[in-house]
Structure formats: structure tokens, C-alpha cells
């Protein structure tokens, strides 16, 4: 008796070993994950740069009330030259305070006004019109 329970035993573990294995035993691939959407994606405001903002505008001479190429111009560190139609600009700049003022050359005449500050807000555009009085001789 003990014999056939021991072939009875082998039988079954032959059995089981080459009986063709269950579909849902076997592990399924990974399933890709959905992609992102605005709600799930962590905020970046933190991360972001401000936008940027322009301080423009004119330089005029006063004596001919032309507007004037050339003049050079101030914005916070950086001088720049006025352009053929006398206007100037720098771009580009953070938000906060700059000072603004003409940068005239010795004997090309004399500022209107004194150097004065804009606060430039983010994205913010500010014009401000500049005007000397040349010292162009008179005929």
C-alpha cells in the first residue's frame, strides 16, 4: 500500500509539473503611468522669472525741438545711444528701481533735468522723454 501512495505522489508532482501554467498567474507588464496635467504638476510660479520690462524714450534738443541721434543715456548701469529718430531704450530689465539720465559729452549742451529714478514694475514698459539745450552757435 505504501507503494502505491508513493507512485500515487510522484504522479501528482509530474502532473503538476507539466500541466500548462494558469494566464492569471503570470505577472502582467507594468502599465505606463498617465501623463501629468496641470492640476498634477507641481506649481512653478516659485521657480519662474519675473517678466521683464523696457524704460524708453526720446531725446530732444530743446534749441531746435528736434529729436536727436547719438545721445548717450543711462538706465541703471548700462549707456546706450539714442537712434536716428533720437529715441532710446534698454530692455530686459528686472523689476526695481534704475536711475535714468543724459550722459552728454562736454560741450554738446545741457540736460533739462537732473538724473531721476523709475521703478519698473514686472513686464512693465515706462517712456520717459529727455530734452538738453545744445550749445550749437547761433547764426
Known sequence: MHRWIAFSLILA??????????????ELPPRPEP??????SPRR???ASP????????????TSG???PGIPVTVGDVTVLSDENGNYGRDGLAPGSYAVALALREGSGVAEQETFTVELAAGATVVH??????????T
Not at 35 to 40: F, I, K, L, V
Request: glycine residues 6%; contains cysteine.
Open 13 to 26: 508532482g509530474l502532473a503538476l509539473a507539466c500541466w500548462p501554467r494558469s494566464v492569471a498567474a503570470q
Open 35 to 40: 501623463p501629468a496635467t496641470q492640476e498634477d
Open 45 to 47: 510660479e516659485r521657480d
Open 51 to 62: 517678466a521683464t520690462g523696457l524704460i524708453t524714450g526720446t531725446v530732444i534738443d530743446l
Open 66 to 68: 528736434a529729436p536727436v
Open 129 to 138: 522723454r529727455l530734452a538738453f539745450r545744445s550749445t550749437a552757435a547761433e
